[in-house]
């Protein structure tokens, strides 16, 4: 699904059989700008924001590489100097704790920092497209290389404006500056400092939420991925 996992494929089993990165494709039609939107401060249980306030969001299972400490540490730098709000939604996928953090650890570490008014937990919501146009930046904060980024296609296809770490198969699916903005993996300070830039700046937001629909739309479509998976039928 990206040329990271390619590599990876390709260091271990050799140049043979020869491998084809074909990116997954996103429904535009479903994952698009207009549409309902969730009410994320209800399903988080938190009071209506007052308006104006700016919904920043990480949609991700709870796997332990997907960063929620590291989103919840980014943001709670910012909350004190932007009228904001953060929010957490999905849930957890597998059967082991070891693997993945759990809801109950989640909301004791926003108890700890004093964020429990503006760090919400939406837990699973069934209805991503919806959870995505409800928010105003969307934040990729996964700690390990990501094998392709689905949520960060969909956020593209919503016309909203992502941020996206450095490393893995999600790097591949923008252009910082042009459709996105990128930051150090595993970087908090750094990851802070993209989404504040987005917080300033609404200008900003629209024409990387824009450019990132036109991205998605060439880029992800279901038509997009028919071809590619045609050429290399016709190639053999």
């Known amino acids: 699904v990206s040329e990271s996992v390619a590599l990876d494929v390709t260091q271990t089993l ?35 924001a007052p308006p104006g306030t700016l919904r920043v969001g990480l949609v991700a299972t709870f796997a332990r590489w997907k960063g929620h400490a590291l989103f919840i540490d980014a943001v709670r730098r910012l909350i004190s100097r932007h009228s904001m709000r953060a929010y957490i939604i999905g849930g957890p ?7 993945q953090t759990s809801m109950a650890e989640l909301r004791n570490l926003v108890r700890q920092l004093d964020l429990e008014s503006t760090v919400g937990l ?10 995505l146009r409800a928010l105003d930046i969307v934040v990729h ?9 689905l949520v960060v296609a969909e956020a593209m296809a919503c016309g ?11 790097a591949e699916l923008v252009a910082p500056g042009v459709d996105a903005l990128s930051y150090a993996s595993g970087d908090a300070s750094a990851l802070s400092r993209e989404i504040e830039r987005l917080l300033a700046d609404a200008p900003l937001r629209r ?30």
Request: charged letters at 20%.
């Open 160 to 170: 909203r404006a992502v941020v996206v770490s450095d490393s893995g198969g999600v």
């Open 14 to 48: 050799g140049r043979h059989p020869p491998v084809t990165p074909i990116w997954n494709a996103v429904d535009t039609a479903r994952f698009a700008p207009e549409g309902p939107a969730l009410d994320l401060d209800a399903l988080a249980g938190l009071a209506p």
């Open 93 to 99: 996928l597998y059967e082991t704790d070891g693997s």
């Open 141 to 149: 904060a996964s700690t390990a290389p990501e094998p392709f980024g």
């Open 122 to 131: 939406t837990g699973f919501v069934p209805d991503a497209a919806s959870a």
């Open 207 to 236: 024409r990387l939420g824009a450019a990132a629909r036109r991205t998605a739309s060439e880029k992800f479509s279901p038509a997009s991925m028919e071809s590619r998976i045609l050429a290399v039928y016709d190639h053999v």
